[in-house]
């Protein structure tokens, strides 16, 4: 099992370019998340799926988008990059089948600069 | 809303010494709480959780947690620190069916 990957790695962007982060899990996990780690602070939830074709918003879901057509996958999208979006991304994913709540197994993350 | 507070940005300990890094969190209800560790470059990694039960709880690498409902607290600790301990530390609590919010974490660095 690879677990949850993220790629790419690292990216730098221009203000108003667009890009996607992608996010793959192995692990038949039904639930999965995006978060943002800014420095100094902890993760913030950005969106979440319980399910193909199910997302719904977190904490700060302002100028993104996601998807999410795949048990496997969880894209997401920045349609106008922002300086204010320069930040970690991570994406995790948990099972529901066997408890309420469950471990998330995090992505190693996105660096993403936005100049 | 729920939110989570981690008093300690940094933390130097000895190794050898002990650790308790501090957890505070405010929540409605019977709280779901868990402590996961970040090494430098890499996603979180569950350490232990509580959910209900024995308020004293174990989990990997020699780390114990204790729920402290009169305090609004789950601090994290460990007998003996090993260099390999130093890394970030962040408590969390978990809302309705999977969500969570994290504190903003404890850095740990352990000096020879």
Known sequence: ?115 | AQSVTQPDIHITVSEGASLELRCNYSYGATPYLFWYVQSPGQGLQLLLKYFSGDTLVQGIKGFEAEFKRSQSSFNLRKPSVHWSDAAEYFCAVGEGFNKFYFGSGTKLNVKP
């Not at chain 1, 302002?62 to 999410?68: A, D, L, M, W």
Request: hydrophobic content about 30%; glycine content about 10%; proline content about 5%.
């Open chain 1, 1 to 115: 099992n690879a677990g949850v990957t993220q790629t790419p790695k690292f990216r730098i962007l221009k203000i108003g370019q667009s890009m996607t982060l992608q996010c793959t899990q192995d692990m038949n996990h039904n639930y999965m998340y995006w978060y943002r780690q800014d420095p100094g602070m902890g993760l913030k939830l950005i969106y979440y799926s319980v399910g193909a074709g199910i997302t719904d918003k977190g904490e700060v879901p302002n100028g993104y988008n996601v998807s999410r057509s795949t048990t496997e996958d969880f894209p997401l999208r920045l349609e106008l990059a922002a300086p204010s979006q320069t930040s970690v991304y991570f994406c995790a994913s948990s099972s529901s089948t066997s408890g309420r709540y469950n471990e998330q197994f995090f992505g190693p993350g996105t660096r993403l600069t936005v100049l």
